[in-house]
């Protein structure tokens, strides 16, 4: 357990379906993170929110939609996604998102299938 | 940002001690080395952070030479479960924001009978 929890853990969705994935950290953090994981490739990070404000955004689709309501919540909002979206979609918390001494805890991920 | 190199892939036997070196050759002064394990369909997990010289904890060793330029992770006596990816990052301590760190692609250990 390492205190931030995704769900849901499996979701298979249409490429015309809404659906969201949700991220809880116990930890009392101040950074949350979203990352994308396909098949043997690299994490990429999507997004970062410091104190609920977006800090960055890598140049993710606008098919993404991220939210971040309080520091304990993250939630990324899916429509209209195509069948490459299909990857492991990891949530992943910080103290703050300042320097290399900020160790990132993650959730278990959502496995995101896209038919 | 210092980038790093590790090996793609590593095989050893259980029990055995294994040794993962990874290269960072423009580490900057203010840099630390962060390694972390996944699992398959799990997200990576911290294992040990350092500086320069040793750092020890109840799961592996890190050994980081005078020039920095590489560090090595120990991990003894490894059994079946330790079969993950492991991740080397380099970052400025204090500086930048923490997701400028990078995972890159790791290096995946298998451990046998």
């Known amino acids: 357990e390492t205190g931030v929890t995704q769900t849901p853990r499996h979701l298979v969705m249409g490429m015309t379906n809404k659906k969201s994935l949700k991220c809880e950290q116990h930890l009392g953090h101040n950074a949350m993170y979203w990352y994308k994981q396909s098949a043997k490739k690299p994490l990429e990070l999507m997004f970062v929110y410091s104190l609920e404000e977006r800090v960055e955004n890598n140049s993710v689709p606008s098919r993404f939609s991220p939210e971040c309501p309080n520091s304990s919540h993250l939630f990324l909002h899916l429509h209209t996604l195509q069948p490459e979206d299909s990857a492991l979609y990891l949530c992943?918390?910080?103290?703050?998102?300042?320097?290399?001494?900020?160790?990132?805890?993650f959730g278990a991920g959502t496995r995101l299938s896209v038919l | 940002l210092a980038k790093t190199t590790q090996p793609i892939s590593m095989d050893s036997y259980e029990g055995q001690e294994v040794n993962i070196t990874c290269s960072h050759n423009n580490i900057a002064t203010n840099d630390y080395i962060t390694w972390y394990q996944q699992f398959p369909s799990q997200g990576p997990r911290f294992i040990i952070q350092?500086?320069?010289t040793k750092v020890t904890n109840e799961v592996a060793s890190l050994f980081i030479p005078a020039d920095r330029k590489s560090s090595t992770l120990s991990l003894p006596r490894v059994s079946l479960s330790d079969t993950a990816v492991y991740y080397c990052l380099v970052g400025d301590a204090w500086g930048g924001t923490a997701s400028k760190l990078t995972f890159g692609t790791g290096t995946r250990l298998q451990v046998t009978l």
């Open positions: 992943a918390s910080s103290q703050d998102d300042r320097g290399a001494k900020n160790i990132q805890y």
């Open positions: 350092g500086y320069k």
